[in-house]
């Protein structure tokens, strides 16, 4: 079974920076693309960020490019998300996912989730 488990989150200020892990176990890491999701409080689960198994593709919601960047550490299980120039509309409840490798973008490409850790940016 996949376990999933997010860290990092908090409340920082307009401007700030916050790194989250999503530290993944069981079925083997590495062969899985991996994603971060967000939701905020009355609206939908939206995409945020993707990277495939090898680490070597990544992808972005246009609403982060630039301010937020996705790696991975095969050896550690672990997925990050580092968040720079956090705004107060990126408050949010972020999930990291596994892939199923039929695509990035869609919560349809993802099978297994976290249990998310909230992000508060006040401003």
């Known amino acids: 079974q996949v376990r999933l488990v997010e860290s990092g989150g908090g409340l920082v200020q307009a401007g700030g920076s916050l790194r989250l892990s999503c530290a993944a176990s069981g079925q083997s890491f590495s062969n899985y693309p991996m994603g971060w999701f967000r939701q905020a409080p009355g609206k939908e689960r939206e995409f945020v960020a993707a990277i495939s198994w090898s680490g070597g593709s990544t992808y972005y919601a246009d609403s982060v490019k630039g301010r937020f960047t996705i790696s991975r550490d095969n050896a550690k299980n672990t997925v990050y998300l580092q968040m720079s120039s956090l705004k107060p509309e990126d408050t949010a409840v972020y999930s990291c996912?596994?892939?199923?490798?039929?695509?990035?973008?869609?919560?349809?490409?993802?099978?297994?989730w976290g249990q998310g850790t909230q992000v508060t940016v006040s401003s």
């Open positions: 996912a596994r892939g199923r490798g039929t695509g990035y973008y869609s919560s349809r490409d993802y099978n297994f």
